[in-house]
Every structure is written in structure tokens, then in C-alpha cells.
């Protein structure tokens, strides 16, 4: 049984000790979400972009950050990256763009694929792509993961002029 409930906005991290539901809605944005299974602590993030200006390069809308965030916000509740497992979420095509290789959501599914890979992080589950945006639920206690579409049209880009 969850005690708490926290809601994510773009940028923002939460790791808990105690059972907590984190939720957010992703687009194109992902959710990562990390567990320790030995000592019961998960977290989870909400990022936009994979990268940033230089000016960016501390804030946490943007991959890395985000990332370094998650795992330095676990490691504050007792879990050890080396039992951390994940579970990621969204990089959705919500636009009514065509969808290419260098469209945002592809970046950001590459970029965390990439991350977690290169920090030895086994990825336990996925749910990404697609055109529905997704709400997340995250129970950190567990290291469940509810996950629910929803139904969308996708967004015209307004025209530049």
C-alpha cells in the first residue's frame, strides 16, 4: 500500500524510502525509473530533451542531469547502483510532424538506452515510441510499474511565419 503519492512536472526527480506512487504523463518526454531490489528504494524522473545548451548542463529537463539526479537521489536513500534495474517510458511521436531517426522522441529513446547501458543498469522493461501519450505510475516500494495510454490526436505544429 502506497502512503504517498508525488506528481512529476518535466525536470523534476523523486526517489523514496517509503512506499510512494510517483506519477507523471509522458509525450515525448521519458520517465526513467530505477529500483533497488535489495533495499526496497525506487525513483523515478521526467526529462525533455537528451541534451542541452551549455547553459543547460546542470538542469535536470535534460538527459544527463536528470539521470545523475535519479541516481544520486537513490543513493541518498540507501540503494547502490549496482542493484539498481530500470524500467523506461514514453518518447512518444505526438507531433504531427513526419517521424524521423533525428526526431526528438528517437533521440531520447537512444539516449537512454545508451546511458543506462553504459552504466551497467539492466533495462527490466520498456514501453516507448509509439503516438499515445502514457501516464506512468511508479510504486517505489515495489518497483511496479502501471502504465496507461492515453487516447490522443496528434498535435499540429503551428505554422512559422
Known amino acids: 500500500m502506497c502512503v504517498n503519492e508525488v506528481v512529476l512536472y518535466l525536470g523534476d526527480v523523486h526517489a523514496a524510502v517509503e512506499p510512494t506512487r510517483v506519477k507523471t504523463l509522458l509525450g515525448s518526454c521519458i520517465a526513467v525509473c530505477l529500483y533497488d531490489p535489495v533495499h526496497a528504494v525506487g525513483g523515478m524522473n521526467h526529462f525533455m530533451l537528451p541534451r542541452g545548451t551549455v547553459d543547460d548542463a546542470a538542469c535536470p529537463r ?11 537521489a537513490l543513493e ?5 547502483p549496482a542493484r539498481f534495474v530500470a524500467k523506461v517510458f514514453g518518447g512518444a511521436h505526438v507531433l504531427d510532424i ?21 552504466r551497467g543498469i539492466p533495462v527490466l522493461a520498456e514501453d516507448v515510441g509509439g503516438h499515445e501519450p502514457r501516464h506512468v505510475h511508479f510504486h517505489t516500494a515495489t518497483g511496479r510499474v502501471l502504465i496507461k495510454r492515453a487516447p490522443s490526436e496528434r498535435v499540429a505544429m503551428p505554422a512559422l511565419s
Not at 62 to 72: D, K, N, Q, S
Not at 76 to 80: E, L, P, R
Request: aromatic share 8%; glycine share 10%.
Open 62 to 72: 535534460f538527459g544527463v542531469p536528470a539521470m545523475e539526479r535519479l541516481i544520486g
Open 98 to 118: 513526419e517521424e524521423t531517426a533525428a526526431s526528438v522522441p528517437q533521440r531520447n529513446i537512444l539516449f537512454v538506452r545508451t546511458f543506462l547501458e553504459a
Open 76 to 80: 541518498a536513500v540507501g540503494g547502490a
